[in-house]
């Protein structure tokens, strides 16, 4: 494929020649990543191998990837979501991703002090940049957080695996997954870090400044 879409001697080809048959074919046959390394490698095998010069002399670099903007969910599609989901600590982790803006890795590193019911804050360690911050607690589960201290009863961890060990991001993850289905929302791309985007975005629809949802 690679001598027949040049139909000249590939030995004289020029690296932004090469570059674009590179993006030229990502872009057209929306290659995985995987994919677009092992075209990336094989170019740069022949020109080192076959043409003898320096494969990554003639193959430089890999395009940039494209990055798709994240999914998000209607204010409805939250709520049908939140209310299929029975389980109290599944209801618990799916409502603070969404109503408190957090992340799945923030979440499972909670513990249970910094949660401040009387303030109605959380503070997040560690965050991003490893630094700490605050986010809000929803006046809104303040009822089932207390039915869930009382009934799990976390000694550390917030949101507790087996053995006291934080829960896992991969047991979120299905979590999500099965809340999805049962509430007939349907689409690629759902991911726990979809529920934190959506409520910035909701946030934003709600006439909320862009500089206090960042804070």
Sequence with gaps: MFDIHFNSN??????????????ENIEQKNYADATQNQMINALRFYYSSIVG???????????????????????NEVILILNSVKNLKHKIILSLLYSSGLRVGELIRLAVQDINLEKRTIKIKNSKWQKDRISLFPESLRDDFKKYLLEYKPKH?????????????????????????????????????????????????RGTSLRHIQA
């Design 157 to 205: 961890h917030l949101i507790e695996g087996w053995h006291g060990k934080p829960y896992s991001q991969t047991s979120i993850r299905a979590i999500l997954k099965n809340a999805c289905k049962k509430a007939n929302v349907i689409r690629p791309g759902i991911s726990p870090h979809t529920l934190r985007h959506s409520f910035a975005t909701h946030l934003l629809e």
């Design 10 to 23: 590939l030995e004289n080809l020029t690296k932004q020649e090469i570059k674009r048959y590179i993006s």
């Design 53 to 75: 010069v320096k494969g990554s002399e003639r193959v430089t670099g890999r395009p940039l990837r494209i990055q798709k903007a994240p999914e998000v969910l209607r204010v």
